[in-house]
T-cell receptor, first 113, second 114 residues
């Protein structure tokens, strides 16, 4: 059990550029979640996958955001035409059974200049 | 919609003392789960304790225990014998057990002083 892995750890980009983050959940976990967290605030839910199906998307996930989980394994979160307001920590979490704890990755810190 | 409220933005406690962090939530569900997560400066989210709403017994994990008041929709965390390593931001979170997604409160920053 290597835990939830997220890459990259840090990403600095210029406004208007596209960025993509990757999350590798714990191997047997079929549920995968993306959250966004700004400094001093609690994580905000973005989207949720069960296996390869994206079952829920928050209203926070604008048209510039897209997430995928091909084959129900790793997941990617892409932000197109980044804005300064996108600067945040993006957290990925996974779980096996509903109601059980979520295992979190270390996050990807995005800075949009 | 479910909401989670933590009304204490910051708290401090002397090492070895006891501190209680407050959390209230709002839901119309009957079956759900409540969690306390710790986030140290490394920003890694770490589970502290978990409570199932259908269980009346309060959860306990070593120095950490909760006071779960279902009717009042209150879920406080008590940390006994506080240690310097307990310094972190603490988040209360709710899950309805359907999707498993967590709804977090705003967090309480806890500083343990030597």
């Amino acid at each position: 059990d290597t835990g939830v892995s997220q890459n990259p750890r840090h990403k600095i980009t210029k406004r208007g550029q596209n960025v993509t983050f990757r999350c590798d959940p714990i191997s047997e976990h079929n549920r995968l979640y993306w959250y966004r967290q700004t400094l001093g605030q609690g994580p905000e839910f973005l989207t949720y996958f069960q296996n390869e199906a994206q079952l829920e998307k928050s209203r926070l996930l604008s048209d510039r955001f897209s997430a995928e989980r091909p084959k129900g394994s790793f997941s990617t979160l892409e932000i197109q035409r980044t804005e300064q307001g996108d600067s945040a920590m993006y957290l990925c979490a996974s779980s096996l059974v509903r109601g059980e704890k979520l295992f979190f990755g270390s996050g990807t810190q995005l800075s949009v200049l | 919609a479910q909401t989670v409220t933590q009304s204490q933005p910051e708290m401090s406690v002397q090492e070895a003392e006891t501190v209680t962090l407050s959390c209230t939530y709002d839901t119309s569900e009957n079956n759900y789960y409540l969690f306390w997560y710790k986030q140290p400066p490394s920003r890694q989210m770490i589970l502290v304790i978990r409570q199932e709403a259908y269980k009346q017994q309060n959860a306990t994990e070593n120095r950490f225990s909760v006071n779960f008041q279902k009717a009042a929709k209150s879920f406080s965390l008590k940390i006994s014998d506080s240690q310097l390593g307990d310094t972190a931001m603490y988040f209360c979170a709710y899950s309805n057990g359907n999707t498993g997604k967590l709804i977090f409160g705003q967090g309480t920053t806890l500083q343990v002083k030597p």
